[in-house]
């Protein structure tokens, strides 16, 4: 990343950076890299880092290959499972192709049912994910941690120490420390960047596969932002804070329906922002399985009962980034999702006392003039 490039330039970089990953793990592949393709934020990425493979996130985001996938699964399915379901049954996705192993997690139901057919033409690992944050429940997932760890030392004959799971975890956090500070820039008053170039950043840095050249490529970027905020002035306008489903190219229509309308996205508290990356995994934990546990059962997902983890980052996050309004976009079909967003209605308009709105979207075109009518009704009574 040149970073004399102007900053529009070095953003649509980062947009183009999982088209452009497709070479790249083609290379890898030929020195021998494994490649663990992965569909959740639950999966411990320190585990492959720990034997030098790479991860990289399946969930497809176009809707392609949905027809495809609607010849083995139902119609009434959220896009984002059919959509990767499709990619990889067609072989059309160089990801899934490439990948020597898919590894899915029991989150919610139409995933966990789709791993089952998915298995018929890739090798495909399962960790069983509890349901709730007991104390049950970190139990179970710490196992289940344990046997991931196992199974990846059989299928690829190698054998992961404690002290490689420890250096992994220190590059995924300082990974994590950079990526937070950039989005971070999303708590400037006034806004010194588009909440689509936040995106844009967020979500190319997780389809690069040299981790440990995260961290100076975020200080160079927050550099060059903070500089040319000086002269980029950005007029007033409403702060909105987007929660609810991961976001992907199809849905980046959102994004743009709420920065075409009259208002900034501050900041994404789904999977596809702070989500994931808001915790650290503990790094004086001797036991670096209960450690590795204890960050990721935190993640306040909605296949969680109850989830409580989602309002408090919720809570915190509309202070921190001084937030007008939340909007819950919905993957059609997605339950979970879909049932939590009477919840988060409560808490933001009665806890917070800010509007909210949830919308239902899918990968296609057909709802962007619908979505445009409703942010802009939306924002004009902010
Ligand atoms: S930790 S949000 S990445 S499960 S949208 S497939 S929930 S029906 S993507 Fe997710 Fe992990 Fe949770 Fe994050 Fe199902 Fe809903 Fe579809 Fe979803």
């Known amino acids: 990343m040149k970073l004399q490039k102007d900053l529009p330039t070095i953003f649509n970089e980062f947009g183009e950076v999982r088209r452009n990953g497709f070479i790249k793990a083609k290379e890898l592949k030929d020195q021998g890299v494994p490649l663990i393709g992965v ?33 083995d699964l139902p119609r009434n399915l959220c896009p984002l499972i059919k959509s990767s379901y499709g990619f990889g049954k067609t072989d059309k996705c160089p990801y899934f192709y490439f990948s020597d192993l898919v590894v899915g997690e029991t989150t919610c139901d139409g995933k966990k049912k789709m791993y089952e057919y998915m298995k018929e033409f890739k090798p495909v690992s399962i960790m069983e994910l509890p349901n709730s944050q007991s104390e049950e429940g970190l139990k179970l997932w710490k196992n289940e941690i344990v046997k991931m ?69 975020m200080e160079e970027l927050i550099e060059k932002i903070e500089k040319e905020s000086i002269k980029n002035k950005y007029p007033k306008k409403p702060r909105i804070l987007i929660t609810g489903c991961p976001l992907g190219t199809a849905t980046e229509k959102v994004i743009k329906a709420i920065e075409d309308n009259g208002a900034y996205v501050v900041a994404f508290e789904n999977c596809s922002g702070a989500k994931a990356v808001e915790d650290l995994v503990s790094e004086e934990n001797p036991d670096v399985f209960e450690a590795l546990a204890e960050k990721y059962l935190k993640i306040g997902c909605s296949c969680m009962t109850p989830n409580p983890n989602r309002i408090k980052l919720l809570d915190k996050m509309i202070d921190e980034y001084k937030v007008d309004a939340v909007i819950d976009v919905i993957l059609t079909a997605c339950h979970t999702y879909n049932v939590e967003t009477l919840s988060i209605k409560r808490f933001v308009n009665d806890k917070k006392e800010k509007p909210y709105m949830s919308i239902e979207t899918d990968f296609s075109t057909s709802d962007i003039g619908q979505l445009n009518t409703r942010m802009a009704a939306f924002i004009e009574m902010l």
């Open 39 to 71: 569909f959740c934020t639950y999966f411990p990425q320190e585990l492959a880092l720990a034997f030098g493979a790479q991860t990289v996130s399946l969930c497809a985001s176009s809707d392609e290959t949905i027809s495809d996938a609607e010849k």
């Open 149 to 217: 760890k196992e199974t990846l030392e059989e299928m690829f004959n190698v054998k992961i120490s404690d002290a490689d799971i420890k250096r992994a975890i220190k590059i995924k956090n300082n990974e994590r420390k950079a990526v937070k500070k950039f989005y971070e820039l999303g708590k400037k008053d006034p806004v010194v960047l588009k909440g689509e170039d936040i995106f844009k950043v967020l979500n190319g840095t997780t389809f690069s596969f040299d981790r440990e050249s995260i961290p100076k490529q």
